[in-house]
């Protein structure tokens, strides 16, 4: 497998790069990230590849070490940006660096390959997503406590139908592996596409 820190460098010019195809409408479409348009989410995923360690302690402290906070902070000052800098910025920063390069960087990879989806998903503008990144998303996911997958797949069991990936014990959930990363991560999108007994109490914990 390829060094996740590389794959999440794939990821980002692969977002850069569908950016780079939309139009001005899509840019203020709503995302599946609940209040974020999609140059919202463009905005996020390099905002904390800006900051170094003093000022992002200084910014978590500020949002009283909220993390929501902390990342609409981050959103509001990609507001002042056009969507041409936008992409510059994406670009800039493919690389990851800072607080995205824990575990490895699968927290820049993961947080990448959701929010590409949720862009993709809201505008109708499907993809696969490559496998070896798909895998390893979905490898960090169940234990990125900054998302709500721990609590969804608690006491479930996820198997991917089109990669090697399986996770859990418990009542089965069952799909695509993109569906089931979305679903994890809290997106509602992503349970039209997955089947099982399991399926019912993963809704549930989403619908909350």
């Known amino acids: 497998m390829a060094a996740l820190k590389d794959l999440a460098t794939e990821e980002r010019r692969d977002l850069a790069d569908f950016l780079d195809t939309l139009t001005d409408d899509e840019w203020t479409r709503p995302s599946l990230c609940p209040g974020w348009s999609v140059r919202d989410v463009a905005g996020h995923v390099p905002s904390y590849d800006l900051l170094g360690w003093p000022a992002l302690l200084s910014l978590f402290a500020r949002s009283r070490f909220s993390l929501s906070r902390c990342n609409q902070a ?20 493919a690389v990851p660096r800072g ?103 993963l809704a549930a914990r989403l619908r909350r």
């Open 99 to 201: 607080v995205t390069t824990m575990f490895g960087s699968a927290i820049a990879l993961t947080d990448a390959v959701i929010h590409h989806q949720d862009i993709r998903r809201a505008l109708d503008r499907p993809r696969v997503v490559p496998e070896e990144r798909l895998v390893a998303a979905l490898d960090f996911t169940p234990r990125a406590r900054a998302l709500p997958a721990p609590t969804n797949i608690r006491g479930l069991r996820a198997v991917a139908t089109d990669v090697d990936w399986s996770h859990g014990t418990g009542p089965e959930v069952r799909g695509p592996g993109e569906a089931i990363l979305v679903a994890l991560a809290g997106r509602e999108s992503g349970l039209a596409d997955l089947t099982g007994p399991g399926l019912d109490i």
């Open 74 to 93: 981050g959103v509001d000052r990609s507001r002042r940006q056009s969507t041409d800098e936008l992409v510059a910025t994406l670009r800039a920063h």
